[in-house]
């Protein structure tokens, strides 16, 4: 484990050169802080967040002192992680960054109690590991690297209740909300969840309107440009990470997408027509020139590109 100074305050990392989380935090002193920006805006003074998938817990981090900063601090950050190699490190970020009360709680989140695997997983970002349910047959070798599963309603009965619940499970996001359906449904927390470009997010936008929200697709930039390190060359252009957000209609009057300088996409979705149509028109990698054109140019790209033309070819053939 070592440390690196960032927007949060100095965090500790794990020895994984290779990880995007830590590249991002060692790169460019933050990750995923626009996303923290937005949810910010929705705390109100003396609520509990609790922090579903907080790795190394800047999310969590992030939005308490934001918030802290415009007058409504956390009365409670709750971090839940299954990742046993990370408990030491989430721990002291939490210990040394965070003015507010805080509970680390280690454990995955899921419909029911028991035990779950890692699946396989072979991304550079190992935020984004999944676990899967425990096949009868597997042997103790998978109970060794087994982690435990908790619902919702349990945790709470033993932690408390929370205002605003982050989920970034891999996956697991429609097992957590079923796991606290009749709390979710009644009390109305602020719901914010990862939405990937999979089945499994249609059928937790399903899950947030059986639960009586009006969910709301917000997708942004997952690298700044106004970064803590001031680093124009950014890891990947146009590289956007995208939420559904699910508030009661008050909390949501005080969300303003427009004033980060940033290009976010804030669209209401009640089908899954709708979120398939704006999980379609996100950008999630973009070439440099791409980028750097202007409207007109990159009309004229797309043009020629539905056309099947291309610029070897363009007025390359001998007179």
């Known amino acids: 484990m070592r440390h690196t100074q960032t927007i949060y305050g100095t ?16 790169d460019l002193g933050e990750w995923a802080f626009l996303e923290q920006q937005l949810l910010a805006q929705l705390v109100r003074s003396d609520d509990v967040l609790w922090d579903g998938g907080a790795f190394l817990g800047t999310f969590g981090i992030g939005v308490a002192q934001i918030a802290a900063q415009g007058g409504r601090p956390l009365k409670q950050l709750v971090a839940i992680e299954p990742g046993a190699e990370l408990t030491v490190a989430l721990a002291e970020n939490m210990r040394n960054n ?48 087994g982690v435990d599963c908790q619902p919702l309603w349990q945790l709470r009965s033993l932690s408390g209740n929370y205002d605003i619940l982050k989920l970034d499970i891999e996956g697991m996001e429609v097992d957590a909300i079923k796991g606290d359906f009749e709390y979710i449904r009644d009390q109305k927390p602020v719901i914010w969840a990862e939405c990937n470009e999979s089945p499994l997010s249609l059928l937790l936008l399903e899950a947030m309107v059986a ?22 060359d950014l890891p990947y252009s146009m590289a956007y ?79």
């Open 241 to 319: 990470e995208a939420a559904l957000l699910a508030a009661p209609q008050d909390r949501l009057a005080t969300f303003d997408a427009t004033v980060f300088g940033e290009e976010i996409i804030f669209k209401p979705v009640k089908t899954s027509w709708d979120l398939r149509q704006a999980l379609w028109a996100t950008p999630r990698w973009a070439e440099d020139a791409w980028v750097q054109a202007s409207r007109a140019e990159l009309i004229a790209l797309l043009g020629r590109m539905q056309r099947g033309e291309s610029l070897g070819r363009f007025l390359n053939a001998a007179p």
């Open 98 to 145: 965070l003015a507010c009360d805080h509970i680390l709680l280690s454990c995955a989140l899921g419909l029911k109690a028991g035990r779950l695997v890692p699946a396989d997983n072979r991304s550079d970002n190992r935020g984004t590991l999944e676990y899967r349910e425990m096949d009868a047959q597997e042997d103790g070798t998978a109970v060794e690297t």
């Open 211 to 232: 639960a009586g929200y009006d969910p709301v697709y917000v997708a942004f930039p997952a690298f700044r440009k106004a970064n803590f390190r001031g680093q124009g």
């Open 11 to 26: 965090i500790a990392v794990p020895d994984w050169p290779h990880d995007l989380i830590v590249r991002s935090l060692d």
